[in-house]
Every structure is written in structure tokens, then in C-alpha cells.
């Protein structure tokens, strides 16, 4: 039987080479895999926060809609007191 040892030796420098290869190619995965994930947590953050924000618009609108309206409901009252 052949010994394990004389057979690696053997196959060390092919070995090797493929280990070089590997690694550049998991870390350009990687590095892209990485670099999208970070990505969609911005967008991810990015969208909350800016859900947020039209949230807070929306609210101060509905409020100033509804001084707008009881301006004009003065108004209006006010126009027909003087009739």
C-alpha cells in the first residue's frame, strides 16, 4: 500500500495552486456578497428613515388642513354675521 504522506508530497504543488486560486475567488465573492448585503442595509435604513420622515410631512399637513378649515369656517360665519 502507498503511503499517504509520499502521495501528498507529491501533490503539494498542485495543491498549492488551486489553494491560491480558491482564495482569490472567495474573497472576490465574498467581497461582492459583502459589499451587496451592506448595500441592503442602507436601503433597508435609508427607506425606514424615509418612511419616517413622509409620516411626520403627512401629519403636519392633516394638522394644518384642519387649521385651514376652521379658518375658513370663522371666515365663513364671520361673512354671513355682517350680512
Known amino acids: 500500500m502507498v503511503d499517504l ?3 501528498l508530497l ?5 495543491a ?3 489553494q491560491g486560486l480558491i482564495g482569490i475567488i472567495k474573497w472576490f465573492v465574498g467581497g461582492l456578497f459583502g459589499l ?15 418612511k419616517h420622515f ?5 401629519l403636519h399637513l392633516i394638522h394644518l388642513s384642519d387649521k385651514v378649515d ?7 360665519s364671520f361673512k354671513g354675521k355682517k350680512r
Request: glycine share 0%; aromatic share 22%.
Open 5 to 7: 504522506n509520499a502521495t
Open 10 to 14: 507529491l501533490l503539494e504543488p498542485f
Open 16 to 18: 498549492s495552486t488551486f
Open 36 to 50: 451587496y448585503f451592506i448595500m441592503l442595509l442602507v436601503r433597508i435604513y435609508s427607506y425606514f428613515k424615509l
Open 54 to 58: 413622509l409620516r411626520y410631512i403627512e
Open 70 to 76: 376652521s379658518m375658513d369656517k370663522k371666515l365663513n
